[in-house]
């Protein structure tokens, strides 16, 4: 039992050491795996492709078993069936070969884009399993010994020895150099960390903005600076191992082809690997081109460092070299070995830091200083591991397609790329910065016209929007042609090209033309309405006429640009205008009222019947004229409502303001007043409102009393005729009124109001009857003196009918006094 306990502690100490590491290993048994499993499809599809060579020279050879050599003799023997078959040969090799030609490329032509990929893939699959089957072949050969000769090992056996040589020389002279600028890197790193921190945007004053400028001036003069050292680095390493190479062996003065490429690889991949150590600079904080922390530098330095090794020293030294000193099917075997061990390893990264990675550039995309850049930086958290595996993929394809030129296409392509998406970006953010810049003109430009400065902060902003859109096309283009995506060389000398290049610029124009033809009609009838002062005032009319006038510019303008740009663009405008004018020609008929509506508004603005501002009724409408267009009239009445009447419906146009007004006053008194009395009063009044200063103004002729209009039961009217400024007659009607009532009243004049007069009849003695009236004693409960003499003064003025006014108004004060007295009978 104890040996058993024991057993069992010792097995699960095993498992808990070995667990961990077999699950590390996971991931590269997986790797493994898949790359067993790729060179099996690799060899079947050889075997598959040697089958199908070994069928075709079967068939070709039962073809060719009916002429045989001795048949082929007898017939050359023969001078004048050789000539004869030499004529037949000359006549069917023209007609032969101008057939076959069109007959391949209308094939070519014929198949459709998703095929001729396919028959590539087929073809390219075909070759790659073929030469795998090869390589197979010659490496079980060589692991017999069966395959290479003496001299061919004793050859590879001194390249290889000689690329040790330079190998180990080039490595050493680099690693000594790269120790002895750790000091110079430490130096600059210092150097850069003694500048003065930038402070926050909004407590920057001029001088800090210097500090701030030189501050990143300087760091990035000592990025660049690092950066070159290290390149100086790698060229002196190479220069040292291509020196140990050249006079270091045997053969001196002469570099074999093994350590050429070996040298050469070197400089590749150190050029590559120091422009990853400048960005992340693992090592010195202040010199790296993002601000991130010590550890994710080192860990992306690592990481690309070992995907850019494994790249460039398989590519331009691994598979060369197998290729010239074993075979090209090894070479080609070994290269994509490497290229699927390091497209899995790049993947397996990718994969594993696309989160941390989105959520660092959306943090980034926080912190951005502009706009432009914290959209691309959210643009590119979402997609750049979509971008990453498509490069790498890209990478594999590309170096197992043309193996020699695989790496320089892929440099080519993303130093295009990159450069061509900086000065992109370097030009979309110049302009991002006009854009935040409002354009203030002169003063007195902005006094004559007004709405100019609005118009050109509308415009520019909109152009440099569309030259942005347009950046962003050309970028796009030249990162396909990167790709070899899109020939844009050819594609700008073809006759698609020159037109699509032909039309933006076409286009361009002539929306320049018409901005600038739409701002000068605008401006200079904006400043001709802005005139406020001297005898370049427009009047009313011409406000009206103008604004007219610049809506159908802007409308014509329109119409013309829009059928002229789709022009440019390839649209066939003849039958949009064919289609206006039936349009056009329908509405005339189907729509007479609109067609009323803009003929009698022409007329009336051109008769001058009605202008903004003015006091005018149409339709029945009595208001101010707030808006007119070429089809209506929209008119504001005293109530606030807003009437929108068209011209059709307009008969008649009566206008209160035009050239003077008259205040018609018609004021009626009692009978028993003078009339004479109330004339002088009335003029007494139109003096007194003349030294009004405010109304004076607006009166231009003394006051018209033609005298009596109407005699009537109410009273005697005289009617009164002030003439004022148009539109000023209902303000002297109002002051004028009130100084007729304050006169009136001072004179006792007094203005008629509506009488009642009871009549009881006459006898035939002309004695009128005794009112049978009695007096009401009980009043409403809760009213006071003033309600029981007015029940009283009804009263005695029913059973008093004859009694004089002194009786009365004795009555009237004693029940005043004491509201609970009887009235005395009559």
């Known amino acids: 039992m104890a040996r058993q306990a024991r057993y069992t502690r010792s097995l699960g100490m095993y498992l808990d050491s070995a667990l961990p590491r077999a699950r590390l290993a996971v991931p ?69 070969a101008e057939g076959a030609a069109p007959a391949s490329q209308s094939a070519d032509a014929n198949r459709s884009l998703p095929s001729r990929i396919a028959q590539g893939a087929q073809l390219f699959l075909a070759g790659m399993a073929a030469h795998a089957g090869q390589a197979v072949e010659e490496l079980t050969a060589l692991a017999t ?16 020895l000689g690329l040790a040589v330079a190998a ?9 150099l790269r120790a002895i600028a750790a000091r110079i890197y430490a130096r600059i790193d210092r150097w850069v960390a003694r500048a003065p921190a930038p402070l926050p945007a909004p407590a920057r004053t001029g001088a800090h903005k210097g500090g701030a400028m030189s501050a990143m001036g300087r760091r990035a003069v000592a990025m660049l600076g690092a950066l070159f050292i290290d390149l100086v680095i790698v060229l002196l390493a190479g220069a040292a191992g291509y020196l140990v190479a050249l006079y270091g062996s045997e053969s001196r003065g002469t570099i074999s082809a093994a350590q050429s490429m070996f040298i050469n690889a070197f400089v590749a991949v150190e050029i590559t690997k120091a422009l990853i150590r400048g960005i992340f600079a693992t090592r010195y904080p202040m010199l790296r081109l993002f601000t991130m ?42 290269g994509l070995v490497i290229m699927v061990a390091a497209y899995s390893y790049a993947l397996r990264t990718i994969w594993r830091n696309r989160q941390v990675l989105r959520e660092r550039l959306e943090q980034r995309a926080t912190r951005a200083s502009a706009t432009y850049f914290g959209t691309w930086f959210r643009l590119l958290a979402r997609s750049w591991h979509v971008l990453a595996i498509g490069y790498f993929t890209v990478l594999l394809v590309v170096s197992q397609v043309d193996t020699e030129r695989a790496l320089p296409f892929m440099v080519q392509a993303t130093a295009q790329s990159l450069l061509a998406l900086g000065i992109g970006a370097l030009l979309i953010v ?74 933006v610029v076409n286009v361009a124009i002539i929306l320049l033309i018409a901005t600038v033809a739409w701002t000068v009609i605008a401006s200079i009838i904006e400043h001709r309405l802005s005139l406020s ?44 205008i064919a289609g206006a004018g039936v349009v056009g020609l329908a509405i005339g008929f189907g729509s007479q009222k609109l067609v009323q509506d803009i003929i009698t508004g022409v007329f009336i603005q051109l008769e001058n019947g009605m202008n903004q501002n003015d006091v005018v009724q149409v339709a029945g409408i009595f208001g101010t004229v707030e808006k007119i267009t070429i089809r209506s009239v929209g008119i504001r009445t005293l109530d606030g409502g807003y009437h929108l009447i068209p011209f059709s419906s307009v008969d008649v146009v009566s206008n209160h303001m035009r050239d003077f007004s008259y205040h018609l006053g018609e004021y009626t008194i009692a009978h028993r007043e003078s009339v004479d009395d109330a004339i002088q009063h009335l003029r007494l009044a139109f003096d007194e409102l003349m030294q009004d200063e405010l109304l004076a103004s607006e009166v231009l002729e003394e006051v018209s ?87 009283t003064r009804r009263r ?31």
């Open 28 to 96: 590269w048994m997986r790797a493994a795996c898949a790359m067993l499993l790729l060179v099996a499809l690799v060899l079947c599809l050889g075997n598959a492709a040697r089958a199908a060579a070994a069928a075709e020279p079967a068939a070709s050879t039962e073809a060719a078993s009916e002429l045989t050599p001795s048949r082929l003799a007898d017939l050359l023997d023969d001078p004048a069936t050789r000539q004869q078959l030499i004529e037949r040969l000359r006549d069917q090799a023209p007609a032969s």
């Open 430 to 503: 110049l302009l991002a910065t006009v854009l935040t810049r409002r354009i203030t003109l002169p003063e007195d430009v902005r006094r004559k016209l007004p709405m100019l400065e609005a118009r050109v902060n509308a415009y520019v902003p909109a152009a440099l929007r569309g030259l942005g859109i347009l950046i962003r096309i050309v970028v796009a283009l030249f990162v396909l042609d990167a790709w070899r995506v899109f020939d844009l060389s050819t594609w700008i000398v073809s006759d698609a090209g020159a037109a699509a290049v032909r039309m």
């Open 168 to 176: 180990a020389a080039t490595v050493v002279a680099f690693l000594l």
């Open 705 to 791: 009393i033609p005298g009596v209009t109407a005699l009537s039961e109410k009273g005697v009217t005289i009617r009164v005729l002030i003439k004022t400024t148009p539109g000023m007659q209902w303000a002297v009607q109002r002051g004028y009124n009130r100084l007729v009532k304050k006169h009136f009243n001072a004179a006792g004049i007094e203005l008629p109001y509506p009488h009642t007069v009871v009549y009881f009849g006459q006898d035939k003695n002309g004695y009128a009857p005794s009112a049978n009236l009695f007096m009401q004693t009980d009043r409403p409960a809760g009213h006071g003196n003033a309600d029981a003499a007015g029940h």
């Open 533 to 576: 002062e001297g005898s370049g005032m427009p009047t009313a009319r011409e406000r009206t006429l103008l604004s007219l006038f610049r809506n159908a510019a802007l409308i014509v303008i329109v119409t013309l640009t829009v059928l002229v740009v789709l022009s440019q663009i390839g649209v066939d405008i003849a039958p949009l």
């Open 293 to 334: 922390a010590d550890d994710v530098a080192r860990y992306w330095n690592d990481r690309l460092g070992r995907i850019a090794a494994v790249i460039g020293y398989g590519l331009l030294l691994a598979e060369p070299l197998a290729k010239s000193l074993l075979s090209p099917s090894i070479g080609e075997l070994l």
């Open 796 to 826: 005695l003025s029913k059973e008093q009918g004859t009694a004089s006014e002194d009786v009365l108004g004795n009555e009237l004060d004693r029940v005043v006094d004491d509201p609970d007295a009887e009235p005395r009978p009559a």
């Open 145 to 160: 010994g069966q395959g290479m000769p003496a001299p061919q090992r004793q050859a590879l056996v001194d390249a290889l």
